[in-house]
C-alpha cells in the first residue's frame, strides 16, 4: 500500500517499506443507468512554475471531467471540483484510485448534480510539489489558485465565482486542500480535505548521521532518483519548505549540520504546517459555504486529523467530520462517489 504523511512524517516514511506503484481500493457500487461523463486531457501552462530550479515543467497534465449532460445543454454552466492527488503519484494513477470515471458517474446516478471535476497533476522529480510556493520546485499553490483556474473558466463552461468552485484532496492532496483553502478563500467556495497529511510541525525524527550520509552522496538529481522512497519524501519536503537558490544541485537545505542550521531547517518547515498557520487563516475558513475532513480509523493520519477537527470546533467554524472504517487508500473511490461529490452538491452554487 502506498505510504502517507503526517505527524512524525520522517518516522512513517522511512521506518517503512517502499510504497507500491499502485494500490487496490474498494471498487464503489456500480449503479444501473448512469450516464458516461467525458474525460478530455489537456495541458494547462503555469506562469508561477515557470523558471524553477528543478526543472518541472511548467506545461502540467491535466484531466477535465464534463458531466454527462454537458454537449447536450451547450447553453448551461457548470460548478467546477478541482480534485489533488496524493504524494508519488500524479494525476492518472489518482483517477485509478479512485475509481474514474464510474465514481463521478455514479454520483451523479445517485443524485449529486451535475458538476466538472478537475484533476491536475502536480507530481515532481521528487514525486509530489506539496501544493507549495517555491523557488526550486515552482508555485504550485498559485497553479492551482490562480493559473489552473483561470484557465479553466476560460475554456470551459463553467460558473466563474468562487461559490461554485470546490477544492478537494487526498493525502498530501489533502494537505494541499488545507493549505490552499486557507489562503485562498477568494476562489474556492467549499472545502473537502480527505486524510490530509503534514498537518503539524515536524521534526527530525530519523534523520540521524546514516541518513546525512546518504543524502550527502547525492550529487545530482539522478542519484536522488536513487534513493528510497521516504528518503525521496524528504527531499520533496525540503524542495518545497526549505529551497534554496544557492545550494546546488537539489536547491534545497535539510536539517543537518550543527545545532543552529537543524533548528533553522526545522522552522521553515514548521512554518508550512497548517495546525500552526490556523489561527491567522479562521477569518478566511469562516467564509467558505462548506468544510468537510475524514479519515479512515486505521489511518496513520488520524490522530492530525483528530487536531485539526478541534482546532475548526475551538473557532466555531462549522464543518463535518467522519473517521470511517478503512486505512489511509481503501475507501477513497468508495468516498468520492457517496460522500465527496455528494458534498459538494449540496454545497455549490448552482445556476438556475
Not at 73 to 99: C, D, T
Not at 133 to 138: L, N, V
Not at 164 to 192: N, P, Q
Not at 256 to 274: I, T, Y
Request: aromatic fraction near 8%.
Amino acid at each position: 500500500m502506498r505510504k502517507f504523511w503526517g505527524l512524525s512524517l520522517l518516522a512513517v516514511l522511512i521506518l517503512t517499506p517502499a510504497a507500491s506503484a499502485q494500490v487496490n481500493t474498494l471498487v464503489p457500487e456500480k449503479v444501473a443507468g448512469a450516464k458516461p461523463v467525458k474525460i478530455e486531457r489537456i495541458k494547462v501552462h503555469s506562469a508561477a512554475i515557470e523558471g524553477n530550479l528543478e526543472g518541472e515543467s511548467a506545461d502540467r497534465d491535466v484531466l477535465v471531467i464534463l458531466p454527462p449532460g454537458y454537449a447536450a445543454n451547450p447553453a448551461r454552466r457548470y460548478p467546477v471540483v478541482y480534485a489533488l492527488h496524493g504524494y508519488s503519484i500524479g494525476a492518472e494513477q489518482w483517477a485509478n484510485e479512485i475509481h474514474v470515471p464510474g465514481s463521478v458517474e455514479g454520483a451523479f446516478a445517485k443524485g449529486a448534480r451535475e458538476m466538472i471535476v478537475v484533476m491536475p497533476d502536480s507530481k515532481t522529480v521528487h514525486n509530489g510539489s506539496m501544493y507549495s510556493r517555491s523557488q526550486t520546485t515552482g508555485d504550485f499553490e498559485t497553479f492551482i489558485a490562480r493559473d489552473l483556474v483561470a484557465y479553466i473558466d476560460r475554456h470551459y463552461r463553467t460558473v466563474p465565482a468562487r461559490e461554485s468552485r470546490g477544492l478537494v484532496g487526498h493525502s498530501m492532496g489533502g494537505y494541499g486542500a488545507s493549505r490552499i483553502g486557507m489562503k485562498h478563500a477568494d476562489v474556492f467556495g467549499a472545502l473537502y480535505m480527505m486524510s490530509p497529511c503534514c498537518l503539524s510541525p515536524r521534526g527530525a525524527m530519523g534523520l540521524d548521521e546514516k541518513a546525512e550520509a546518504a543524502f550527502a552522496g547525492v550529487k545530482s538529481i539522478e542519484d536522488a532518483k536513487k534513493l528510497g522512497w521516504g528518503q525521496r519524501a524528504t527531499l520533496a519536503a525540503a524542495a518545497a519548505w526549505s529551497p534554496n537558490p544557492t545550494n546546488a544541485p537539489l536547491f534545497l537545505d535539510l536539517p543537518f549540520g550543527d545545532e543552529k542550521q537543524r533548528a533553522d531547517v526545522l522552522a521553515r518547515w514548521a512554518a508550512n504546517a497548517p495546525l500552526a498557520f490556523i489561527d491567522q487563516h479562521v477569518a478566511d475558513l469562516r467564509r467558505y459555504r462548506a468544510i468537510a475532513l475524514d479519515v479512515g480509523d486505521k489511518d496513520g493520519l488520524v490522530g492530525d486529523a483528530g487536531k485539526l477537527h478541534d482546532a475548526l470546533n475551538r473557532y466555531g467554524i462549522a464543518h463535518g467530520y467522519e473517521v470511517y472504517q478503512g486505512d489511509h487508500t481503501s475507501h477513497i473511490g468508495v468516498r468520492m462517489q457517496e460522500q465527496v461529490l455528494p458534498f459538494f452538491s449540496r454545497s455549490l452554487s448552482f445556476p438556475n
